[in-house]
Every structure is written in structure tokens, then in C-alpha cells.
């Protein structure tokens, strides 16, 4: 394999490294930086785990190649708090409404929940469930979570 030279900015933090053409993005996050919060469920990007936010949109990262972040933004849930530790809005409504049982697929929740608040501060419930639509739960039946996310609109609101 032949090393790539990339550098981003992660989690509001610019970095460097070099990589093998055909890792994936979940991998080097992962393994090469720590960031366990991307989950791997499904290696196919049907699950919804492994959401990361690219340039602010949601994408799959087991889906996508590595040197794909070279000179991108990339947020993971492990950049989502403010450096004080103080949870983003929808992390703190996510605990307080209920919705997280097991939380395997919380971070990526999370984060597409993000990139619809960015775009669309107040949306509908229709709005939150095709936002969420690429990201799959097994425990909680989707209410709680599309209350989070309401509930985190509201308070963004204010």
C-alpha cells in the first residue's frame, strides 16, 4: 500500500497523519485516533452507527475512505461537548427524555440529529424521523429519540 499524506480538522483540532490508501475512515478514527464513539455495526452503511458529521453533513464512515478527510471538518459525538465538558444541547436531551437504552447507536443519533438542528432549528416530527431514517435502534422504539430531538430544538430556540 502506498502512505497518503491528509490533515484536518478534527473535533475543532487540526491533524495530520498518513494513512494507506484503502483505510477506511472509521478505522483511522477509531484506531488511529482513540475515537471509539464511531461504532462499527453493520460495515455496510445501513445501521446508522458509524455516523460522523463530514463538512457538516451526516455520511457513513465505514463507508468512507480515509483520505476523503483531507481538508475536511469532521465531528465525531467525542467533539459534540464544549471543551468544559458542558453536554450539547441534544446530548443532555437525549438523557433527560430516556433515549439511549443499550447506546450503541446513540452517537450516530446524535449526530444526525445535529446536521437537521443546523439546517432546520425547528423540525417537524416527519422532518426528525427522515433525518434519522439512515440510523437504526433496536431498543428504544424511536419516540423517546424523536422527543430528544425535539426537546433539543426547543431549548436551542431560547
Excluded: W
Excluded at 502512505?3 to 475512515?25: E, K, M, Q, W, Y
Excluded at 457538516?56 to 471538518?73: S, T
Excluded at 469532521?74 to 438523557?95: K, N, R, Y
Aim: glycine share 10%.
Amino acid at each position: 500500500m502506498k502512505a497518503v499524506p491528509i490533515s484536518f480538522c478534527l473535533n475543532g483540532h487540526p491533524v495530520s497523519t498518513s494513512i494507506d490508501s484503502d483505510l477506511r475512515a472509521i478505522d483511522l478514527l477509531r484506531e488511529g485516533f482513540g475515537l471509539t464513539g464511531v461504532k462499527e455495526g453493520c460495515g455496510r452503511g445501513e445501521c446508522g452507527a458509524c455516523t460522523i458529521l463530514l463538512d457538516g453533513r451526516p455520511v457513513n464512515a465505514c463507508l468512507l475512505l480515509a483520505a476523503k478527510l483531507d481538508g475536511c471538518e469532521v465531528l465525531t459525538i467525542e467533539g459534540l461537548a464544549s471543551a468544559d465538558g458542558t453536554l450539547h444541547p441534544l446530548q443532555s436531551a437525549f438523557l433527560e427524555v430516556g433515549a439511549v437504552q443499550c447506546g450503541f447507536c446513540t452517537p450516530g443519533m446524535i449526530l444526525a440529529a445535529k446536521s437537521l438542528l443546523d439546517t432546520c432549528p425547528d423540525p417537524s416530527e416527519e422532518e426528525i424521523a427522515y433525518a434519522l431514517s439512515g440510523n437504526f435502534c433496536r431498543c428504544t422504539g424511536y419516540s423517546k429519540i424523536i422527543k430528544a430531538v425535539r426537546l433539543a430544538a426547543q431549548e436551542k430556540m431560547r
